[in-house]
């Protein structure tokens, strides 16, 4: 796993809970450009934000971290397979939206 993948993962499951990088940030008590590294891939968070993180977004940091790919929390009713979907979607969305910035 690369630190890029973590903060992709990161960020759909932020968008996924319609959160800001603000909002997530207060909720974590860092900073807004804290988060917004953590999705770039530019730091880690400690394990203390980590943890912070997996109980604000209700998710596995084992999901975060590349160990598993089990989603373990709900949206709205939705089964594993249409999270999954979901969350690939919008990975691939955003990096569709980095090549067009890119040209």
Known sequence: M?????GEK???????????QFELSERLQV?????SAYE???????IETLVKICDTLEISSDYLLGISDDLTFK???LTDQQMESILQ?????EQANKNVNRQ
């Open 75 to 77: 949206m709205g009713g």
């Open 10 to 20: 990161l960020k759909s499951i932020r968008k996924s809970k319609r959160l800001t």
């Open 2 to 6: 690369t630190i890029n993948y973590f």
């Open 40 to 46: 770039q891939g530019l730091s880690y968070p400690s």
């Open 31 to 35: 900073s807004k450009g804290t988060v």
């Open 89 to 93: 979607f919008i990975s691939l969305i």
